[in-house]
């Protein structure tokens, strides 16, 4: 069965460095989306992309925040400058269609810790 | 007012018992409603959508009250394997569609 996978899965950074978090979609999905769960609490939406370019952000996703997709495979989000309020499990996910018809499939997560 | 609210337990029951959750919304722009289940540290996993006419797999059943705001999941004869968080989820349209969880309900299913 196909599966979304994240790379690293785990990564420790010190406050102020820029990490990129990575994954990879299911093949034939064409919705991408970042969350993020701070240890204890909720699942947050962070963003959605499709086409090339965000579809919807929450306030959380402030300039700090970008995604990409740089080839056909791979969907990023990097964080420019951790805080230590950054870590938290982040969660990948992707559809076949939007969020509204369609199953979201997640990936494993990559928990981050900034010291 | 939180977008979605649930119980958040932690419900324990024993095995074979049957158990409810109930969500509550409060954006009537909600679109779609869903269950997730998530596992101590795990990624959530869909468990089912949710339809106004109210939809069963298996052992579970769900049901949506657009009018209430209120979404519900009943799982009958309850297995150790139940035991996860449930989380309630919801499709909100603001000029793009955003996905809302629930805080999520506990449940422990002992033998």
């Not at chain 1, 494993?108 to 010291?115: A, I």
């Not at chain 2, 089912?48 to 657009?66: H, I, P």
Request: aromatic share 14%.
């Amino acid at each position: 069965e196909p599966e979304v996978t994240q790379t690293p899965s785990h990564q420790v950074t010190q406050m102020g460095q820029e990490v990129i978090l990575r994954c990879v979609p299911i093949s034939n999905h064409l919705y991408f989306y970042w969350y993020r769960q701070i240890l204890g609490q909720k699942v947050e939406f962070l963003v959605s992309f499709y086409n090339n370019e965000i579809s919807e952000k929450s306030e959380i996703f402030d300039d700090q925040f970008s995604v990409e997709r740089p080839d056909g495979s791979n969907f990023t989000l990097k964080i420019r400058s951790t805080k230590l309020e950054d870590s938290a499990m982040y969660f990948c996910a992707s559809s076949l269609g939007g969020a509204a018809l369609e199953t979201q499939y997640f990936g494993p997560g990559t928990r981050l810790l900034v010291l | 007012r939180k977008e979605v609210e649930q119980d958040p337990g932690p419900f324990n029951v024993p095995e074979g018992a049957t158990v409810a959750f109930n969500c509550t919304y409060s954006n009537s722009a909600s679109q779609s409603f869903f269950w997730y289940r998530q596992d101590c540290r795990k990624e959530p996993k869909l468990l089912m959508s949710v339809y106004s006419s109210g939809n069963e797999d298996g052992r579970f059943t769900a049901q949506l009250n657009r009018a209430s705001q209120y979404i519900s999941l009943l799982i009958r004869d309850s297995k150790l394997s139940d035991s996860a968080t449930y989380l309630c989820v919801v499709i909100l349209y603001t000029g793009g569609f955003k996905t809302i969880f629930g805080a999520g309900t506990r449940l422990f299913v002992k033998a």
